[in-house]
């Protein structure tokens, strides 16, 4: 280091070590007291080794066995996900008061309730494959869906968290969640509800709240904001319906904000690109944004004015 560096390293330490002594939550300093992002990361790679298990390989080690396989991972998975509910359980206003043994108690009762609706996720899981191969014509194979697709990666993982959620779990289902958005750029919330056959294409920039609630086989595209109409409300806006409802068969194209708790996009309804939507519509509704004007530059362009034009909808 330079000079000027080592003279004021010092006192640099000391205040930034200072700063810690004022007692805000920026000054927590146990690590260990809380879920580990490395952790939660490691259990979402071996759920799926559980839910796809001809598809994640532990390169360790192979066993052929189903039951064998299923069973060593299981376990695995149930003893590290108790560890983490457990810290997490911490941070929840319920165990205010509680020993470490009730916490404990409470939080083995959440792993086996989480680990027992697992058959249940591959089940609409499956479902959601199923809406991706049928609905991309480029898609090669269910194979390559669930080995490439970050939409169904997204999908999976927002489906465990969404159990943990519904148990009450705090910070942990959101530290899933926030894995799969870091990777895929989809940022489902853990509390949105989500029926069977949710396609999502592409991906990424969706963004998905909290209170949402998806019916089955609805398809969205990239870019596709279902959100709060406005958090001026700030935490006074908790346990409202502040983000919307979307009936079944519905279709969403790129780039659609719908926003808002009371907005209800009823079933078979067509949103297209680009659309700015804060209120319901009906059933079988076909929503656009008329086409712009545009202009060409060169004598080889000419205006298109059909009024086909302004029905116009596409697909990716």
């Known amino acids: 280091m330079g000079k000027l560096i080592c003279d004021n390293i010092s006192e640099i330490i000391s205040d930034i070590v200072a700063d810690y002594e004022k007692g805000r939550p920026i000054d927590k300093q146990d690590i260990f007291g809380q879920p580990g992002r490395d952790d939660v990361k490691e259990i979402i790679y071996k759920l799926n080794r559980i839910v796809y298990a001809g598809y994640y390989v532990d390169r360790t080690y192979r ?5 064998t396989t299923i069973a060593s991972i299981t376990e695995d998975v149930a003893y590290n996900l108790n560890k983490q509910i457990a810290l997490a359980l ?17 939080a083995e009762d959440c792993t ?11 089940e609409y899981l499956d479902t ?6 049928v609905g991309d014509s480029a898609a090669e194979s269910k194979d390559a869906i ?3 697709y970050p939409g169904l990666f997204a999908i999976s993982v927002q489906r465990y968290a969404h159990v943990l959620y519904q148990l009450g779990i705090p910070i942990l289902p959101r530290v899933m969640t926030e894995i799969a958005h870091s990777k895929t750029g989809i940022d489902i919330n853990p509390g949105a509800t989500i029926g069977k056959y949710f396609f999502i294409d592409h991906g990424t920039g969706v963004v998905v709240g909290e209170t949402t609630v998806i019916g089955e086989n609805v398809k969205i595209y990239q870019g596709v904001t279902l959100g709060a109409l406005s958090t001026r409300g700030g935490r006074g806006l908790i346990d409202k319906k502040r983000h919307p409802t979307i009936e079944d068969n519905v279709t969403i194209y790129s780039g659609a904000s719908i926003l808002g708790g009371d907005t209800v996009i ?18 079988g509704t076909k929503v656009h944004v008329a086409n712009q004007e545009l202009k060409f530059d060169g004598k080889a362009f000419e205006k298109n004015t059909k009024e086909d034009d302004k029905q116009w909808f596409y697909i990716i």
């Not at 911490?90 to 409470?106: L, T, V």
């Not at 086996?112 to 591959?122: A, G, T």
């Not at 009823?266 to 059933?283: D, H, Q, R």
Request: charged residues 30%.
């Open 63 to 67: 066993i052929y066995n189903l039951s």
């Open 90 to 106: 911490h941070f929840d206003e319920r165990m205010k008061g509680k020993s470490e043994e009730e916490i404990r108690a409470f």
């Open 112 to 122: 086996v309730q989480f680990m027992k609706k697992l058959p249940e996720i591959r």
């Open 128 to 133: 959601d494959i199923e809406a991706l191969y």
């Open 146 to 148: 669930i080995i490439a």
């Open 266 to 283: 009823g079933e078979g309804s067509v949103i297209g690109g680009n659309v700015f939507l804060t209120k319901s519509v009906p059933a």
